[in-house]
């Protein structure tokens, strides 16, 4: 068998030529190993977390206190009283039928006095007889004011001003020279009296409290020097109230006097913010971080208040906040995806309510179907934004 003969040129192009296969296998293996693995990408659900803590008000607050306290503000502090007395009238009435009274004008174009009996009728156009409360005198050529009531009760004897005839007299030249007249309506055929409620006194003494928190409130703005984010805090206390009246009772008008302290503490409404956050953030667990907070929800009621030996009140505060899971949560420990299928991963997450959404990414897709058991081709990921 003939040798066949290989020049070193030769040998050194294949030399060279097995070199550049094997280095670009190499960096093929290299790259795929680098980038061989799963990527898991969790989109975080937000989750609503409330915090609920007291505040402690100082007006000489100092270095050493708040050290030992640091949920301690300085605020300054004023206490008003408000009493007044103020008529309500009831809602309800009830209808009762009673005699209806009015004036009639007697004229006497005569020369002489003319005297008529108490009781003396006077008929209006529609026969309704009315009586004279009293005797009667008319002056001569003149006129006289007459308070007369209804023969009958009702509503009917409520009448309008009219001309009167007198059915006693007999005399025609009397008849002829003595007139009636009203100038005003006949009332009181049908009276309407107040019936007193419960809900009339009860609507009573909240307009009352709202009007001395209203004018106790403007004298405490007045008083309090006003700064940049500061805001008052106010609580109130019924000292004294008294009522004349029942619910029942049949009166048309009833009065409510009440005497009313207002204590009130201003503060800066920013740093109790402040302190609001990082109570909330002390609330979230060590897997989870704070995502945000709803300033508007900031809320806060005076609930004691001392100016006896010391200037202090606290304050019971309120804040809202969304928090959402970080990469050191148990549950994205890496260990337990170890030979799982894209199905079983997403099975997994769907049991957690904190998880929004879940992508998985293998590769090469066509090759990995299942989590690599190294952690370091686990890649975990969280998409924050757009939260």
Known sequence: MPKIYISPQQKIGYLFLTLTILIIIGITLGFFSLLYGVEIIITPKIQEIDTNFITQIEENSNNERTSINPKTLKGEFIE???EEKFNFSPQGSVSTE???EGT?????NTWNAITLVSSTRFASPQDLIFRATERIRIPAKGEVDVLVRADKMGA????EPCLFTIPNLRDTNLKENISAQSQKPMTGGIKKTGIIMQTDINQAQKEVQDKLYTQGLEKIKQEIDPQVDFKISLKSNILEEEIDAQAGDE?????ISTKMKIQAVSFNEKELLDLAIESLTEKIPISKQLASYEPDSL???LTEYNLVEEKTAKIETQLRGYMVLTLKNEILNKELFSGMTEEKILEYFNQFSEIQEVKIKFWPSWLLKSVPEKNNKIKIKIKYENL
């Not at 009166?251 to 009065?255: A, Q």
């Open 80 to 82: 008003v009283i408000e």
């Open 98 to 100: 009673s005699y209806a």
């Open 104 to 108: 009639i004008t007697l004229f006497n």
């Open 156 to 159: 009917e004897y409520d009448i």
């Open 251 to 255: 009166k048309g008008e009833f009065t």
């Open 299 to 301: 809320s806060y009621r």
